[in-house]
């Protein structure tokens, strides 16, 4: 069965670096998300991704997120100075062209700054 | 704004129906999900329920919705140890991007 993969599993980075997480979603899959989970508190939506744009994001998607689509196969989330409070599993998902199908997620990254 | 609440921890013996109860929040949802997180590992899904469904039946999983409470529940039909993992209920809100909001997960022990 296909599926969302995720790389690194595991970052770990000084704070005020910058760091980038990797997801290459389901193939045939429009729509991209990222979410993340802090340690003992619930999974929390970043951002939604369609057509080469960011349809919807959180209020914790500030400037120091971004996220791109830099070929046909890649999504990635970019932290720009990365702060201690930005420790979490990050997950990335996808869904098919409906847009309205369920979301499949990836293993998650989990980035620890230090 | 929205919000979606799952109890902590439940656990029961193997054999037993295991029932994991959420609440939501929001008057439009469309689509409701059960994933399930073992240890170290992603959200996997489990099933989903249209609105306007009531229940949903697939092999030991039981899905029911009560749309007028918002209550969801997810029921697992002679429970395994395999079973023990967290389980999160999503509410996917269709109007703003399609993001899901998630429960905080019950922990669902199952002991031999």
């Known amino acids: 069965e296909p599926e969302v993969t995720q790389t690194p599993s595991h970052q770990v980075t000084q704070m005020g670096q910058e760091v980038i997480l990797r997801c290459v979603p389901i193939?045939?899959?429009?729509?991209f998300y990222w979410y993340r989970q802090i340690l003992g508190q619930k999974v929390e939506f970043l951002v939604s991704?369609?057509?080469?744009?960011?349809?919807?994001k959180s209020e914790i998607f500030d400037d120091q997120f971004s996220v791109e689509r830099p070929d046909g196969s890649n999504f990635t989330l970019k932290i720009r100075s990365t702060k201690l409070e930005d420790s979490a599993m990050y997950f990335c998902?996808?869904?098919?062209?409906?847009?309205?199908?369920?979301?499949?997620f990836g293993d998650g990254t989990r980035l620890s700054i230090l | 704004g929205e919000d979606v609440e799952q109890s902590l921890f439940l656990s029961v013996r193997e054999g037993d129906s295991s029932v994991i109860n959420c609440t939501y929040t929001?008057?439009?949802?469309?689509?409701l999900y059960w994933y399930k997180q073992e240890p170290g590992a992603g959200l996997q899904l489990l099933t989903y329920?249209?609105?306007?469904?009531d229940m949903k039946q697939d092999q030991r999983l039981t899905v029911l919705l009560n749309k007028k409470d918002k209550h969801l529940s997810l029921r697992i039909a002679d429970t395994q140890t395999g079973d023990s993992a967290i389980y999160f209920c999503?509410?996917?809100?269709?109007?703003?991007?399609?993001?899901?909001?998630f429960g905080q997960g019950t922990e669902l022990s199952v002991k031999p």
């Open positions: 998902a996808s869904s098919d062209p409906g847009g309205r199908q369920p979301q499949h």
């Open positions: 193939s045939n899959h429009l729509y």
């Open positions: 991704f369609y057509n080469n744009e960011i349809s919807e």
């Open positions: 929001d008057s439009s949802s469309t689509y």
């Open positions: 329920i249209f609105s306007n469904m």
């Open positions: 999503a509410d996917a809100i269709y109007n703003q991007g399609g993001k899901l909001i």
